[in-house]
């Protein structure tokens, strides 16, 4: 496309849009658009008007200056994704944009444009609680059963599921719903929390029963005396720790305590429809797409048939055995035909934990050896990336999550033979085209169930897995233990939240390999490998998710 | 006791001045049951008064010995204590300004008594401490020491 025909073009859309271009503007935009394929110049330029568009403009008259400060806004967003390659992008846990809810102007706002401090002040602290829980009530108040009646109609046949207030519930008899969140204000007694006030409840009493919110709505309608004896309650899928947020329905009895009668997380928010309201905000860290942009992604997502994931956890690589095994498959994969795209290496990166007696001068000679083993696939060296998320376990600053990547020191070796291997933080966001993955390297599920309150309810599923998957899904945050169990950086506590929902979540556990599709979200774990010698093989185009085993004498399965 | 206050009297200072008050010139950061390699002497060190640290002379202390510590070691000890202290930074209590208690409550802003709560140890108080910690990794060339120190710190890398 000649020059004269794209200025031509920018120069109709912009009257289409009732701007009128500078001589200079139009030199900037034409610019900017060179930079990409031929073939792109339409979406580019759309792109570009598109955000002049979303700029709070004096007049019509677009001068040079808008135009530049459009286009570093654009390249901006393209700055949070560490590396592009192939449609892939890597965000730190410390790039992604920290959003605030106004539960009064009802929006979503960014509270500063540069990033929040690593030691945070008391109100950092409040706010850690104050934001999840604003982020989940904004969420409830759209759904179907919890939205504020706009009109004084007659009661459904479920009855009104409005949430009250804490605040509200003295004095105040018949049941009622409330939003809280699980605390252990004093030492035994556990309460539930909202932004007005505490209550105590009496936890003792739960029996599980079915996860299915219509399920639990129907059985509200029982009353708890009929046929349940005194003081049980029905509570749904999930590991109920403290700091968990519950939507809790029951009475205030006289002496000051919620009865609950059934008890549950919120419900999950459909992806689009947390999307569509997000419009405009990054939330994940992957930049802003445009429409056009999104399209062209996902048809190129679409057709990258061949893009597989290789993800390993729990790589030791002072254990021969483990070395070996590795060895192993990064020979099988050499020999392919097409080579993996990404290869994921989540700690723990050596057998005994950082502590003491640990010699981080070893475990850096030890990735040196590693980085010599993968450059001696060519194929693999050529055409895969490599990634490493540090385990829970690995040398650094410290074990408070977000953790942030590998210290030079220990991955400078490694790097001399991969010069361009990714190092990232722990939890870590992909963006593969329109994809969303988020990696998270933790030993959630033998903290989530031993930090349970309630043993969970077993109606739906045994597999303590799938428990995990539900909680971190429907509380939209990846690790909701007491700060006591697992400390977080106050300001970086976003950096942990699943919304909107992820299309992936993988989670590094040492516990066994499992795989599950939960409401459409894909989530595994592929298992410890130096234990196991379990890993997992992904593609993302379809979501697949291909279990994989070593075994002692046969090569990949 | 009586020399301070005549001391105090020479410099036209009053007693209960402000200026008058103790400062530590250079607080004090332990490492504790250090071990030699060597000998298996067992010692206190403060790595900020002891003279010999101060100058680089890493060694045992006991005159027979005299051999050096185990870098690694040193370097491994100071990193605890840096990941231990970050770790606590994050789980310390909030006090109210105004009535001293202990914050129990996670969502609430303000105190019951209307005060507002602050820090047991504030973001300025720990980084003055762990700028020590920095300036002891530079000093003694302990490369994953600095580099953790700084990654805390927020050093800007150019």
């Given at each position: 496309m000649s020059n004269s025909t794209t200025r031509k073009k920018v120069q109709k859309k912009c009257k289409i849009r009732g701007f009128t271009l500078k001589v200079d503007a139009l030199d900037e935009i034409l610019s900017f658009v060179s930079q990409f394929d031929d073939s792109d110049h339409d979406g580019a330029i759309d792109v570009v008007l598109e955000q002049l568009q979303l700029q709070p403009l004096k007049s019509s008259i677009i001068d040079k200056q808008t135009v530049q400060s459009v286009v570093s806004i654009l390249l901006q967003a393209d700055a949070a994704v560490d590396e592009t390659l192939g449609g892939l992008g890597v965000c730190d846990a410390f790039l992604v944009p920290k959003f605030r809810y106004?539960?009064?102007?009802k929006i979503f706002y960014k509270p500063s444009e540069s990033p929040p401090p690593i030691h945070g002040n008391a109100s950092a602290k409040a706010a850690l609680y104050k934001d999840r829980f604003l982020f989940i009530s904004q969420r409830l108040s759209r759904h179907q059963h919890f939205a504020k009646r706009a009109f004084d109609s007659e009661m459904s046949d479920f009855g009104s599921c409005e949430i009250s207030q804490i605040q509200s519930l003295v004095g105040q008899t018949g049941r009622r719903w409330v939003l809280g969140l699980i605390s252990q204000l004093e030492d035994g007694h556990f309460y539930l929390e909202d932004l007005t006030a505490s209550v105590e409840i009496n936890l003792s009493n739960a029996i599980s029963f079915t996860h299915s919110f219509h399920t639990y709505l129907r059985l509200s309608?029982?009353?708890?005396n009929d046929h349940f004896p005194d003081r049980t309650y029905k509570i749904t899928t999930g590991f109920f720790t403290e700091n968990t947020i519950v939507v809790a329905e029951g009475e205030m009895l006289l002496e000051g305590v919620?009865?609950?009668?059934t008890c549950g997380f919120p419900p999950l928010e459909d992806r689009e429809k947390s999307v569509k309201l997000l419009a405009g905000h990054d939330f994940f860290g992957g930049g802003i797409l445009t429409k056009e942009e999104t399209l062209r992604l996902a048809e190129l997502e679409k057709r990258a048939v061949n893009d597989m994931f290789v993800i390993l956890s729990d790589i030791w690589l002072d254990n021969e055995e483990a070395m070996e095994k590795l060895e192993r498959i990064l020979d099988g994969y050499e020999n392919q035909e097409v080579a993996p795209s990404l290869f994921v290496f989540m700690g723990?990166?050596?057998?005994?934990?950082?502590?003491?007696?640990?010699?981080p001068s070893s475990l850096r000679l030890q990735f040196g050896k590693l980085g010599h083993m993968i450059a001696a696939h060519q194929q693999l060296t050529k055409h895969s990336r490599f990634l490493f998320i540090p385990g829970p376990d690995d040398p650094g600053p410290s074990k408070v999550l977000p953790r942030c990547a590998l210290p030079k020191y220990i991955t400078e070796e490694l790097q001399k033979h991969i010069p361009n291997a990714m190092f990232t933080s722990n939890p870590c966001r992909i963006k593969f085209y329109t994809q969303e993955l988020v990696f998270f390297r933790q030993d959630l599920l033998y903290r989530m169930r031993r930090s349970c309150l309630i043993p969970p309810s077993t109606e739906e599923t045994d597999d303590p897995f799938e428990h995990l998957v539900a909680t971190i899904t429907h509380q939209s945050h990846l690790c909701p233990l007491p700060l006591t169990v697992q400390p977080l950086i106050w300001n970086y506590d976003?950096?942990?939240?699943?919304y909107p929902t992820p299309h992936t979540i993988v989670l590094g556990d040492r516990s066994e390999q499992k795989a599950f599709k939960y409401t459409g979200i894909t989530c595994f774990n592929p298992g410890s490998f130096s234990r196991e010698g379990t890993f997992v093989a992904y593609y993302p185009c379809t979501q697949e998710v291909e279990l994989s085993a070593l075994e002692d004498s046969d090569s990949i399965q | 006791m009586v020399m301070r206050s005549n001391l105090l009297k020479y410099m036209h200072v009053r007693e209960s001045a402000p200026e008058a008050q103790f400062c530590d010139p250079c607080p004090s950061l332990f490492l504790r049951n250090v071990i030699c390699s060597y000998c298996n002497d067992c010692r206190d060190l403060d790595i900020c008064r002891d003279s010999a640290l101060l100058a680089g002379?890493?060694?045992?202390?006991?005159p027979q010995c005299g051999q050096p510590y185990d870098r690694e070691l040193m370097e491994n000890t100071l990193l605890q204590i840096v990941q231990q202290r970050e770790r606590l930074y994050h789980l310390q209590d909030l006090v109210c300004l105004r009535c001293n208690q202990v914050k129990a409550a996670h969502l609430a802003e303000q105190c019951g008594c209307a005060g507002s709560f602050s820090c047991k140890e504030d973001a300025t108080e720990f980084c003055e401490k762990m700028q020590l910690i920095l300036k002891i990794a530079i000093h003694q060339k302990f490369q994953l020491l600095q580099e953790c120190t700084e990654w805390i710190l927020e050093v800007e890398k150019s």
């Amino acid at each position: 496309m000649s020059n004269s025909t794209t200025r031509k073009k920018v120069q109709k859309k912009c009257k289409i849009r009732g701007f009128t271009l500078k001589v200079d503007a139009l030199d900037e935009i034409l610019s900017f658009v060179s930079q990409f394929d031929d073939s792109d110049h339409d979406g580019a330029i759309d792109v570009v008007l598109e955000q002049l568009q979303l700029q709070p403009l004096k007049s019509s008259i677009i001068d040079k200056q808008t135009v530049q400060s459009v286009v570093s806004i654009l390249l901006q967003a393209d700055a949070a994704v560490d590396e592009t390659l192939g449609g892939l992008g890597v965000c730190d846990a410390f790039l992604v944009p920290k959003f605030r809810y106004d539960p009064i102007k009802k929006i979503f706002y960014k509270p500063s444009e540069s990033p929040p401090p690593i030691h945070g002040n008391a109100s950092a602290k409040a706010a850690l609680y104050k934001d999840r829980f604003l982020f989940i009530s904004q969420r409830l108040s759209r759904h179907q059963h919890f939205a504020k009646r706009a009109f004084d109609s007659e009661m459904s046949d479920f009855g009104s599921c409005e949430i009250s207030q804490i605040q509200s519930l003295v004095g105040q008899t018949g049941r009622r719903w409330v939003l809280g969140l699980i605390s252990q204000l004093e030492d035994g007694h556990f309460y539930l929390e909202d932004l007005t006030a505490s209550v105590e409840i009496n936890l003792s009493n739960a029996i599980s029963f079915t996860h299915s919110f219509h399920t639990y709505l129907r059985l509200s309608q029982i009353k708890s005396n009929d046929h349940f004896p005194d003081r049980t309650y029905k509570i749904t899928t999930g590991f109920f720790t403290e700091n968990t947020i519950v939507v809790a329905e029951g009475e205030m009895l006289l002496e000051g305590v919620f009865q609950v009668i059934t008890c549950g997380f919120p419900p999950l928010e459909d992806r689009e429809k947390s999307v569509k309201l997000l419009a405009g905000h990054d939330f994940f860290g992957g930049g802003i797409l445009t429409k056009e942009e999104t399209l062209r992604l996902a048809e190129l997502e679409k057709r990258a048939v061949n893009d597989m994931f290789v993800i390993l956890s729990d790589i030791w690589l002072d254990n021969e055995e483990a070395m070996e095994k590795l060895e192993r498959i990064l020979d099988g994969y050499e020999n392919q035909e097409v080579a993996p795209s990404l290869f994921v290496f989540m700690g723990n990166f050596s057998s005994h934990p950082f502590n003491l007696s640990f010699r981080p001068s070893s475990l850096r000679l030890q990735f040196g050896k590693l980085g010599h083993m993968i450059a001696a696939h060519q194929q693999l060296t050529k055409h895969s990336r490599f990634l490493f998320i540090p385990g829970p376990d690995d040398p650094g600053p410290s074990k408070v999550l977000p953790r942030c990547a590998l210290p030079k020191y220990i991955t400078e070796e490694l790097q001399k033979h991969i010069p361009n291997a990714m190092f990232t933080s722990n939890p870590c966001r992909i963006k593969f085209y329109t994809q969303e993955l988020v990696f998270f390297r933790q030993d959630l599920l033998y903290r989530m169930r031993r930090s349970c309150l309630i043993p969970p309810s077993t109606e739906e599923t045994d597999d303590p897995f799938e428990h995990l998957v539900a909680t971190i899904t429907h509380q939209s945050h990846l690790c909701p233990l007491p700060l006591t169990v697992q400390p977080l950086i106050w300001n970086y506590d976003h950096s942990l939240y699943l919304y909107p929902t992820p299309h992936t979540i993988v989670l590094g556990d040492r516990s066994e390999q499992k795989a599950f599709k939960y409401t459409g979200i894909t989530c595994f774990n592929p298992g410890s490998f130096s234990r196991e010698g379990t890993f997992v093989a992904y593609y993302p185009c379809t979501q697949e998710v291909e279990l994989s085993a070593l075994e002692d004498s046969d090569s990949i399965q | 006791m009586v020399m301070r206050s005549n001391l105090l009297k020479y410099m036209h200072v009053r007693e209960s001045a402000p200026e008058a008050q103790f400062c530590d010139p250079c607080p004090s950061l332990f490492l504790r049951n250090v071990i030699c390699s060597y000998c298996n002497d067992c010692r206190d060190l403060d790595i900020c008064r002891d003279s010999a640290l101060l100058a680089g002379e890493w060694r045992c202390a006991v005159p027979q010995c005299g051999q050096p510590y185990d870098r690694e070691l040193m370097e491994n000890t100071l990193l605890q204590i840096v990941q231990q202290r970050e770790r606590l930074y994050h789980l310390q209590d909030l006090v109210c300004l105004r009535c001293n208690q202990v914050k129990a409550a996670h969502l609430a802003e303000q105190c019951g008594c209307a005060g507002s709560f602050s820090c047991k140890e504030d973001a300025t108080e720990f980084c003055e401490k762990m700028q020590l910690i920095l300036k002891i990794a530079i000093h003694q060339k302990f490369q994953l020491l600095q580099e953790c120190t700084e990654w805390i710190l927020e050093v800007e890398k150019s």
